[in-house]
T-cell receptor, first 111, second 116 residues
């Protein structure tokens, strides 16, 4: 699986958009980008995933660059409850479905 | 269905004791995973089941660790002769097979182990 690089921490004002970057310059053609988040004292929670097209769901939007070497998770209107560690994971959709987590980005939403 | 359940949520034990954690996955999910997480780190993969078959084990899973999923439903993770380095949050997750479930894991809240 390709390695990902994320900033260790970011701040965002409540009500503003939170844009979380992820670099995955060694991504291969059959690898997907997955985002999970982990709120304090809870297990990780799936947010969104994509291959090469931009994706949007009720939680967030995922923007993947044309060369697929980086992506951005966008929380359009961050709330205090979005304070969490956000993990970007690149993996194939193989038989194992095993996810390898890095250390993620701690997003602190400020009131 | 209330999601993935783990029990106990917290366990304090003395070094050398055995501990067992239980995980009840989402009922229609046939894949089940165990992860371990220490402070400031992301979850680390330990092992994975498809139905009752244990298909993959991490090198992190020493011979003191054993996981079972006897009937393809709930799973147990046992740690024998606990060491202080085993102190961590033990997370269980489950997923469905097929394209819709690929890499979409539902995690439980975890079982926190403290070894004194």
């Amino acid at each position: 699986d390709a390695k990902t690089t994320q900033p260790p921490s970011m701040d965002c004002a409540e009500g503003r958009a939170a844009n979380l970057p992820c670099n995955h310059s060694t991504i291969s053609g059959n690898e997907y980008v997955y985002w999970y988040r982990q709120i304090h004292s809870q297990g990780p929670q799936y947010i969104i995933h994509g291959l090469k097209n931009n994706e949007t769901n009720e939680m967030a939007s995922l923007i993947i660059t044309e060369d697929r070497k980086s992506s951005t998770l966008i929380l359009p209107h961050a709330t205090l409850r979005d304070t969490a560690v956000y993990y970007c994971i690149v993996t194939t959709r193989g038989a194992t479905n095993k996810l390898i987590f890095g250390t993620g980005t701690l997003l602190a939403v400020q009131p | 269905d209330t999601g993935v359940s783990q029990d106990p949520r917290h366990k304090i034990t003395k070094r050398g004791q055995n501990v067992t954690f239980r995980c009840d996955p989402i009922s229609e999910h046939n894949r089940l995973y165990w992860y371990r997480q220490t402070l400031g780190q992301g979850p680390e993969f330990l092992t994975y089941f498809q139905n009752e078959a244990q298909l993959e084990k991490s090198r992190l899973l020493s011979d003191r660790f054993s996981a079972e999923r006897p009937k393809g439903s709930f799973s147990t993770l046992e740690i024998q002769r606990t060491e202080q380095g085993d102190s961590a949050m033990y997370l269980c997750a489950s997923s469905a097979t097929g394209a819709s479930g690929a890499n979409v894991l539902t995690f439980g809240a975890g079982s926190r182990l403290t070894v004194l």
